[in-house]
C-alpha cells in the first residue's frame, strides 16, 4: 500500500527558510515520479515541484525556480522539499504525490494517483 506522510510545515518570516519532509513507503522511487503541491485559500491546487529518481529529472514552478529545491535521500524513502527565500504568496498547505504513470513534465497537467493529508506553510510579512 502507498503511503505518503508530509512533515516540516510551520509558520515563518518572509525571507525564511523551510524544509518539507515526505515519509514514503509501499512502493520504489525509481518506478515512480513524486513531487510536491500546494493549495492556498480560494486558489486552484498547483503543482510546485517534481522528481524522477530514476534519471534525476526535475519540475520546477515559475514561481519556485531559483528558491525551492526537491530531493531524496539516498535510501529513497523519503523527499524533501527544501524553500528559501519564502514570500507570503508561498502561505498554502504543501501535499506530496505520487504516480507511477505520469512523467516530470505532466506533474503540472496530471493529478496523481496517490497524496498525502497535506502540511501547512504559512509565511508572514
Known amino acids: 500500500e502507498v503511503q505518503l506522510v508530509e512533515s516540516g510545515g510551520g509558520l515563518v518570516q518572509a525571507g525564511g527558510s523551510l524544509r518539507l519532509s515526505c515519509a514514503a513507503s509501499?512502493?520504489?522511487?525509481?518506478?515512480?515520479?513524486i513531487g510536491w503541491w500546494r493549495q492556498a485559500p480560494g486558489k486552484e491546487r498547483e503543482a510546485v515541484s517534481c522528481?524522477?529518481?530514476?534519471?534525476?529529472?526535475?519540475y520546477y514552478a515559475n514561481s519556485v525556480k531559483g528558491r525551492f529545491t526537491i530531493f531524496s535521500d539516498d535510501a529513497k524513502t523519503t523527499v524533501y522539499l527544501q524553500m528559501n527565500s519564502l514570500k507570503p504568496e508561498d502561505t498554502a498547505i504543501y501535499y506530496c504525490a505520487t504516480d507511477a504513470y505520469v512523467t516530470v513534465g505532466g506533474c503540472p497537467y496530471y493529478t496523481m494517483d496517490y497524496w498525502g493529508i497535506g502540511t501547512l506553510v504559512t509565511v508572514s510579512s
Open positions: 509501499g512502493f520504489s522511487f525509481d518506478d515512480y515520479v
Open positions: 522528481l524522477d529518481s530514476s534519471d534525476g529529472d526535475t
